[in-house]
């Protein structure tokens, strides 16, 4: 069973910035996929940030230019850089994992709280 543990999260003023980490319990080389989604109160839940095949990127319109996924394979861990956070990026902030298989692995989330 993979796990994942999200952390980073916090209270951060508008304009501020804060790096989520997801260390996964195994190699990121099992997964297909990675990602960073989000859920504010009373929303569905969004997919922000996904590394892809080929390692590309994907990211929701209203973060690009202002977050940033990454990966270090050497600590089974995958970042978000958030910068210039706004009071609507407020929300849980979840990271989860795809295997080749179409198996999917979530954290349990680190909330996040941006305040004007």
């Known amino acids: 069973q993979v796990q994942l543990v999200e952390s980073g999260g916090g209270l951060v003023q508008a304009g501020g910035s804060l790096r989520l980490s997801c260390a996964a319990s195994?190699?990121?080389?099992?997964?297909?996929?990675m990602g960073w989604h989000r859920q504010a109160p009373g929303k569905q839940r969004e997919l922000v940030a996904a590394i892809i095949s080929g390692g590309r990127t994907n990211y929701a319109d209203s973060v690009k230019d202002r977050f940033t996924i990454s990966r270090d394979n050497d600590k089974n861990t995958v970042f978000l850089q958030m910068n210039s956070l706004k009071p609507e990026d407020t929300a849980v902030y979840s990271c989860?994992?795809?295997?080749?298989?179409?198996?999917?692995?979530w954290g349990q989330g680190t909330q996040v709280t941006v305040s004007s």
């Open positions: 195994e190699s990121l080389f099992s997964f297909a996929t």
């Open positions: 989860s994992v795809g295997t080749r298989w179409g198996k999917s692995y």
